[in-house]
């Protein structure tokens, strides 16, 4: 087990929209320093990650860890029938905005960071995989590090849906959200522990009445029912006031954090076929 | 005392073969070796690139190629089907599968890019996990031309801090058409050949191919003995030579080793005119007027981009197993103001650590420093 101190939290997110929501609009009111010539995903990689930063001392090695299911899929999409179709020459900066780290290199840059810079994608548990490689990273080399979970909604938003899978129905959303990690910290806003991967996670906790469970975007229905059947705790789920996105997670237990309605939060998270990951949050 | 990290096994595909021990050989020779691009029509005369005939272009392109040499760098570690069972796969590419979507708008010129379904995720991490039966857990990195180097890190970390036992690090890159328009709008292909450090140099030359190691404990044989990955922050498409002596520098200090113990350095190399000469002043002030021989291996296998740090670390750990440092074709006149003399014949390899070297797109930098007992 890796166990860490949470020193910041930040949850950004929210039900897609039929147009896209202003994010460069949302940056510019929170960010003095919002660089140009961005795309939208960076804007919001952007606007998660200051506002987790905002008013706390990050070491300038700390590493940056960015999760996300998706990246810059619209632009890139884009790019894709500009080149492939119409026959166009990229433009330098379209194709720059859309290398895998740009995200990470503008986060980087606005908070001054000079760490290690990782962006990972491991579909829907990205943001949790970015969390254990980054609690590893820590717990190897110390330091702080900033995770991220980072996926924005592709437009047409019906594309956008048949894409990811989900129906009419299904609330899909966007968001930024961000925990800020250290080691051996006594003061910090919550401890994290990330427990080693299990066959059967309700061996490990069986729920309490101070106890919150969250489940995965990984995890089928059966085997969300299977893990709620006699749960005694509450059930934290963010969904419908985040919408469904690969990396969110990391807005579930950045809003766990943030406004604390238990004293522990256990998320569970679809680690490899039949393998699932425990990722334990406690506040207070 | 916990015992180094090793790497177990590793294997290759790219375009001067699919056998560590046949690359190093035509590496030795030192003769570059472009081959004429025969994919579809890139409208862009005059440029090469390096390719591995043995795999068809398709959907699956780099799927295949990424197993090929995962799958000999599983047979050569020697681990127990049980053992890959537990195994985490960690792959780097700076372009995914965004091949594969390019194959599949090309068969279906009306359809909207955004429904190809695959674009952006982690899927082809997780099917070459699934094909080779490592059930450890996958994570795909996007961190540019250092993607794989930087997959090698992390997984470094997961081992070192007992989540894991090993780990399957892959990089791979195929022929896309996004990269090379991409590449090209931004004038940084050669026309002519990659040639690294020389004054005439005009660009690099992409290539295609994937490599694979594993890591975890043993005894014997190659071992990782530390990396630094730093962000370079100054231009998303430059790396400074600030930003690279800081990245030496942590993997030196991270390994323990001091600069007089690095035997040679693999350079990342490039043939662009800023790289090299960022990267030829910063080894200068690491190294100071004790520089080791350095050499630049992508005249011979072309610039793979994400899979290049991982595929340049296999290919120069079979050079040196074969008794030689490879040389740097097609080296012309010193760049004074990069002010290195890449070695132009293969020459004997010596006792010690190499340092190996990766830069990225948004300043994404990495070193590692191995060695051999």
Not at chain 1, 132 to 149: C, F, I
């Amino acid at each position: 087990m890796i166990e860490l101190g949470i020193l910041g939290a930040a949850a950004v997110g929210w039900p897609a929209q039929p147009e896209p929501r202003p994010v460069r609009d949302l940056l510019k009111q929170v960010c003095p320093r919002a660089p140009r010539r961005v795309n939208r995903y960076i804007e919001l990689a952007l606007l998660g990650a200051w506002q987790c930063a905002a008013g706390r001392a990050l070491q300038t090695d700390c590493a940056l860890w960015l999760g996300s299911g998706r990246g810059y899929a619209g632009d890139t999409a884009n790019l894709l029938e500009s080149v492939l179709i119409r026959g166009e020459a990229p433009m330098p900066v379209e194709f720059i905005n859309v290398s895998g780290n740009a995200a990470g290199f503008y986060v980087a840059q606005l908070l001054g960071l000079s760490g290690r810079n990782s962006t990972i994608a491991a579909g829907p548990a990205s943001f949790e995989a970015a969390l254990v490689l980054a609690a590893a990273g820590v717990a190897a080399r110390g330091g702080q590090a900033l995770v991220g979970g980072v996926d924005e909604c592709a437009y047409p938003l019906a594309h956008h849906r048949v894409r990811l899978g989900l129906g009419e129905e299904a609330v899909v959303g966007e968001g930024s959200s961000w925990l800020l990690l250290a080691a051996g910290q006594e003061e910090c806003e919550a401890r994290l522990r990330l427990h080693r991967p299990v066959d059967n996670p309700k061996a490990v906790f069986a729920g309490d009445g101070e106890t919150w469970l969250s489940v995965g975007s990984g995890i089928d229905a059966a085997a969300r029912r299977e893990l709620l059947a006699d749960w005694r705790g509450g059930v934290f789920d963010t969904s419908a006031e985040s919408g469904a996105y690969d990396s969110n997670a990391g807005f579930t237990l950045a809003r766990f954090v943030a406004s604390k309605p238990g004293r522990r939060l256990v998320h569970v998270s679809a680690e490899s076929a039949g393998r699932y990951r425990l990722i334990e949050v406690e506040v207070g | 005392m916990t015992s180094p990290l090793r790497f177990l096994g590793a294997g290759l595909v790219c375009a001067a073969g699919d056998d560590p021990a046949a690359v190093a050989a035509k590496l030795r020779a030192g003769v570059p070796a472009p081959v004429e691009l025969t994919l579809p029509d890139l409208g862009l005369g005059g440029r090469f690139l390096y390719y591995p005939t043995a795999f068809p272009a398709g959907t699956e392109r780099a799927l295949r190629l990424a197993e090929a040499a995962a799958a000999d760098a599983l047979a050569r570690s020697g681990l127990s089907a049980e053992q890959r069972g537990r195994t985490a796969l960690f792959l780097g590419s700076s372009s995914m599968d965004v091949a594969s979507a390019e194959c599949w708008l090309h068969d279906r010129p009306q359809a909207q890019a955004v429904l190809f379904g695959q674009l952006g995720g982690g899927g082809l991490a997780a099917a070459v996990a699934a094909r080779l039966g490592l059930g450890g857990g996958s994570y795909g990195f996007s961190a540019a031309c250092s993607s794989a180097v930087t997959a090698l890190l992390a997984a470094a970390d997961l081992v070192a801090c007992g989540e894991i036992e090993h780990a399957l690090v892959v990089g791979v890159e195929t022929y896309n058409q996004i990269s090379l328009q991409g590449f090209n709008s931004l004038m940084l292909l050669s026309g002519s050949g990659c040639r690294p450090f020389s004054a005439c140099r005009d660009g690099m030359v992409l290539g295609e191919g994937a490599a694979a190691c594993v890591i975890g404990r043993g005894d014997g044989g190659w071992r990782l003995l530390g990396g630094a990955n730093r962000s370079d922050t100054g231009n998303v498409t430059r790396s400074s030579s600030a930003g690279m002596i800081d990245t030496m520098t942590e993997a030196l200090a991270r390994a323990g080793v001091a600069p007089e113990r690095i035997a040679a350095v693999k350079a990342h190399g490039t043939g662009t005119a800023a790289n090299d000469e960022a990267e030829g002043q910063a080894l200068r002030a690491v190294f100071g007027d004790a520089l080791p021989p350095v050499s630049s291996l992508k005249p011979m296998l072309g610039y793979t981009l994400g899979a290049s740090g991982l595929l340049e670390l296999v290919a120069w750990m079979a050079c040196v197993d074969a008794g030689f440092l490879p040389p740097t074709p097609g080296f012309g006149a010193v760049d004074p103001d990069a002010g290195i003399s890449p070695l132009t014949a293969a020459q004997p390899a010596g006792a010690g650590a190499y340092l190996l070297n990766c830069f990225g797109f948004g300043g994404n930098n990495t070193a590692l420093v191995v060695d051999r007992d």
